[in-house]
């Protein structure tokens, strides 16, 4: 058996029981384990090569050409090779910009909307699995906009994919397993990384502290601490950094920063930004699913039973997606929702797929261990979260300033939908991605309210802008056209 | 602005803002003109100021261009292809200009 690829979107069956959205470690898990029960199973999935962003261009590399991505990443292959010999059909370069649940017979059934090489068109499925992964939360500082900045997960996918490393001198600042993880890679790939600057309060030690003990039994602990003392004694390392300020006219040419009450400059090609990552839940949120608040991790997340089931009865999230895990969880996460899914669609399977579901549900116990301690210490600084210098574009699409919105959300507007009807904050081209974290904060900060309270955007299909001729060609459904004309006949 | 540390097995040609130029094939358009040390693909929407990728995984919006005549494509998403035209944007767009 093996994977087919599908490259012309009238490939595509009628009806599917699975779909799974995104190809990293939880989607090619989760298909994976969907064919192996028997399932018809798709994955959709926007970029041109499995992977998703952790193991980006897995199948290209190879650790004699790139070794420095290191063993973490080469547990990639593993996972890849169970999908490319899976019995599922995958449609690569696919973006899926709308999923609408409805009911078929009555039975719930979704209705997915693709486009993929210039058309779009509709894959009906029994059940969805989100695995839509992370993306970096953003980290609003003044000159962040500047061509010369980029996110380390940037800088990091370029290496991957493309084996490409920044030119001239390089700063990477901010906080997270990420910022000591890349600065040894770029070290290793011959970067000119001129120092790290590591926002992490110092504050979060003690309060991470309590958490440590199952930490100790983690394989990230002796990695980190390796990392980190194998950074410290190439590069000048400045902790505790409060403040940062990127310097510019066109380009970034200086990095500006407080550490130990002391204000440093250094000349800089780039600087690469990190505060961590949260779930990339735009789809989820689009679809309607509930989300919730996470206080430890400082992120909304779907809200969902251990199996990956979301507050809508046919979609389910897996991975980092639906909370942060890390790659090896989300793999395991993505089994889950898979037998999940096969489990609700086919229950005279209960006896094979129980006790499965029940042995990757220990497994990702075991591997969670430690988590708490991570995001605990991790956790980025208020001073990025909800950030106070006016100056600072908040919304990078609109150019909304951090003043704008503190401005607003001391006159009472309501919460964050609001906010877009007054400033247009998270109405560009990006629909809100870049900035909701850094509203709803800054919301929640001058109104000395909750963040669960201020709540997010509520997206809109199509989750990523769509030409409108895309639109057009679809096919009209018998609902559409009623809804349209009145008319009951079937004209579609 | 990026240089690469390995070759790839084959090159396309493809222009940006009429400048002809070959890079490695198997990237993304965003990839490929950072390769040559272009980073500022456009400027922006409401103050007219220079922008560059931003998180080359297809969240930002920030490496909008017109790739062969269709604006706001995503440079971070589409991959090359020989005969590429690719320019720069500069403000917001307009209808006429192809949607």
Not at chain 1, 252 to 257: E, L, Q
Not at chain 1, 447 to 466: C, D, F, M, N, W
């Amino acid at each position: 058996m093996a994977l087919r690829i599908i490259d012309d979107l009238h490939l595509l069956d009628r009806e599917y029981d699975l779909a799974i959205i995104g190809a990293g470690p939880a989607g090619m898990a989760a298909a994976a384990q969907a064919a192996a029960a028997g399932a018809r199973t798709i994955l959709l999935d926007e970029n041109p090569a499995p992977g998703g962003q952790i193991y980006r261009s897995i199948e290209r590399n190879s650790p004699a050409r790139r070794s420095f991505l290191g063993n973490d990443y080469w547990k990639g292959k593993g996972v890849l090779k169970a999908f490319l010999q899976c019995d599922a059909a995958y449609l690569p370069q696919a973006l899926v910009w709308s999923v609408e649940q409805g009911e078929t017979d009555g039975k719930a059934a979704v209705e997915l909307r693709v486009s993929a090489g210039g058309k779009s068109s509709i894959v009906h499925a029994r059940r969805v699995v989100f695995a839509t992964g992370a993306m970096e939360r953003p980290m609003p500082v003044r000159g962040w906009t500047l061509p010369g900045v980029m996110t380390i997960g940037a800088a990091q996918i370029a290496l991957k994919s493309s084996g490409l490393v920044p030119d001239g001198r390089v700063v990477l600042a901010g906080s997270g397993p990420l910022l000591y993880l890349f600065a040894d890679q770029l070290l290793q790939a011959g970067g000119n990384l001129v120092a790290v600057l590591d926002t992490t309060p110092r504050s979060n030690w003690a309060k991470a502290l309590p958490f440590l003990p199952p930490f100790l039994v983690s394989p990230y602990l002796l990695k980190g601490l390796a990392l980190f003392a194998k950074v410290r004694r190439s590069v000048p390392v400045f902790t505790g950094v409060g403040t940062i300020e990127v310097i510019g006219q066109d380009r970034a040419t200086a990095i500006r920063f407080q550490a130990k009450g002391r204000t440093e400059e250094i000349g800089i090609d780039s600087a690469f930004l990190h505060q961590g990552v949260v779930p990339n839940n735009s789809l989820a949120n689009a679809t309607g699913c509930l989300l919730a608040w996470n206080d430890r991790q400082k992120c909304f997340q779907p809200e969902l039973d251990t199996c990956g089931r979301s507050s809508l009865p046919a979609i389910y999230v897996a991975g980092d997606g639906g909370g942060i895990g890390g790659a090896l969880v989300a793999e395991v996460g993505g089994r889950i929702a898979a037998l999940a899914a096969c489990l609700d669609l086919f229950p005279e399977k209960t006896r094979r797929i129980g006790p499965l579901l029940a042995k990757h549900e220990k497994r990702r116990r075991v591997l969670s261990r430690g988590r708490t301690f991570i995001d605990t210490l991790y956790q980025p600084a208020v001073a990025f979260r909800a950030p106070t210098d006016l100056e600072t574009i908040a919304c990078r699409c609109e150019e909304v300033t951090v003043g704008a919105i503190r401005d607003a959300a001391a006159r009472n507007v309501v919460g964050p939908n609001q906010l877009k009807t007054m400033l247009r904050c998270g109405m560009g081209p990006c629909q809100g991605r870049m900035c909701t974290a850094t509203i709803t904060e800054i919301l929640a900060d001058v109104q000395q309210r909750s963040p669960a309270e201020i709540g997010t955007y509520r997206l809109r299909t199509p989750i990523k802008p769509v030409p409108l001729r895309e639109f057009a060609s679809l096919p009209l459904t018998p609902d559409a056209v009623q809804a349209v004309t009145g008319d009951h006949s079937d004209r579609s | 602005m990026f240089r690469r540390i390995d070759k790839a097995a084959d090159t396309v040609a493809i222009t940006f803002d009429g400048i002809p130029m070959r890079v490695d094939t198997e990237q993304t358009v965003a990839a490929a003109l950072l390769s040559q040390g272009i980073s500022t693909l456009r400027r922006s929407v409401v103050g007219d100021r220079p922008r560059a990728p931003y998180c080359l995984m297809g969240v930002c919006f920030e490496c909008l261009v017109t790739i062969d005549g269709i604006q706001n494509r995503q440079a971070c998403m589409t991959v090359v292809r020989d005969g590429m035209a690719i320019s720069s944007q500069s403000g917001a767009r307009s209808l006429d200009e192809g949607c």
